[in-house]
């Protein structure tokens, strides 16, 4: 274990004794139910079926369940500033949101950011009614690796709140310099 109590692993969970994997809260790489399922499916896969997956390439999401809920995936605003490139960002009040209107829970927003020369999405959050469940669009573009285009021209079922994430990223702007 290193300082923190945290068991030390490599990208696939094997630790530096032979034969021995971590899983969960004890090897420090996200302490949520969804991190440890995954870390037990790449264990799974690599052991049992012979397949090289890695935690390393994991795109981090999580989900705060308060009212309304809040979830993110990938990279934070703070993070793409601080990493210095070339993005975008687009930000949309939940008011806009007809499904949010519809139950009167307009309260939050929803958040996406871009790389500005690959189209590739960076990071998203959603607070607001449905935020949890409607990140996965989010995920899912991100882990496909594909242009946030794919998304944007997708047509989306009404009333839901994920049919306001094309008009979202329909509004992307040049994510400013920090000031």
């Known amino acids: 274990m290193n300082r923190h109590g945290i068991i030390e692993t490599d990208g696939q969970l094997r630790t530096k004794v032979d034969g021995i994997w971590t899983l969960g809260d004890v090897n420090g790489r996200g302490a949520f139910t969804h991190t440890s399922w995954n870390d037990y499916e790449v264990i799974a896969s690599n052991v049992l079926d012979g397949e090289s997956r890695s935690v390393d390439t994991r795109i981090m999401t999580y989900a705060v369940f308060v009212d309304p809920p809040f979830a993110r995936v990938g990279m934070s605003e703070e993070d793409v500033r601080n990493d210095g490139r070339a993005a975008l960002i687009a930000?949309?009040?939940?008011?806009?949101?007809?499904?949010?209107?519809?139950?009167?829970?307009?309260?939050?927003?929803?958040?996406a950011l871009v790389d500005a020369n690959t189209e590739r999405l960076l990071g998203a959050a959603i607070y607001g009614i449905e935020g949890d469940e409607a990140i996965h669009t989010f995920v899912d573009v991100i882990n496909a690796d594909i242009s946030y285009k794919t998304l944007q021209r997708a047509m989306h079922i009404h009333p839901t709140v994920s049919e306001l994430i094309p008009t979202l990223l329909?509004?992307?702007?040049?994510?400013?310099?920090r000031g």
């Open 170 to 177: 329909g509004n992307l702007q040049p994510l400013a310099a």
């Open 91 to 111: 930000t949309m009040p939940m008011s806009r949101v007809g499904r949010a209107r519809e139950r009167g829970e307009t309260d939050g927003f929803m958040k």
